[in-house]
């Protein structure tokens, strides 16, 4: 009986994390049609989702030809460094999504 528990329990486990890492997928597409929203994917992968209360993101109107469009996020700081993160960089790529090609604290 305890063996079939176990099993049971291990089959459901792989199953939340199929469906987990489908969902991160899907959401990832999701946010990366907008320039703003993988901004905030970038955000929330490194801080976490209550760091988004705290940005506003600008458009700069600087494009860089290597690096792209520059954005300007207010109040974003690195957990490891404690600085603020303050210029993105993102480029569409080949299927359309917008991805970051630079982040830092100058232009």
Same mark, same amino acid.
């Given at each position: 009986?305890?063996?079939?528990?176990?099993?049971?329990?291990?089959?459901?486990?792989?199953?939340?994390?199929?469906?987990?890492?489908?969902?991160?997928?899907?959401?990832?597409?999701? %946010?990366?049609?907008?320039?703003? @929203?993988?901004?905030?994917?970038?955000?929330? #992968?490194? $801080?976490?989702?209550?760091? =988004?209360?705290?940005?506003?993101?600008?458009?700069?109107?600087?494009?860089?030809?290597?690096?792209?469009?520059?954005?300007?996020?207010?109040? %974003?700081?690195?957990?490891?460094? @404690?600085?603020?993160?303050?210029?993105?960089? #993102?480029? $569409?790529?080949?299927?359309? =999504?917008?991805?970051?090609?630079?982040?830092?604290?100058?232009?």
């Amino acid at each position: 009986m305890k063996k079939k528990k176990k099993i049971l329990l291990a089959a459901i486990l792989i199953l939340l994390v199929v469906i987990f890492s489908v969902a991160i997928v899907i959401t990832s597409k999701e %946010f990366h049609k907008t320039p703003e @929203g993988a901004i905030r994917f970038y955000i929330v #992968l490194h $801080k976490g989702p209550w760091a =988004l209360s705290n940005v506003k993101i600008i458009r700069g109107k600087y494009i860089d030809k290597f690096y792209g469009q520059q954005y300007v996020v207010e109040g %974003f700081t690195d957990r490891v460094t @404690g600085m603020e993160l303050r210029f993105f960089y #993102l480029k $569409k790529d080949e299927s359309g =999504l917008w991805k970051i090609t630079s982040v830092g604290t100058g232009p």
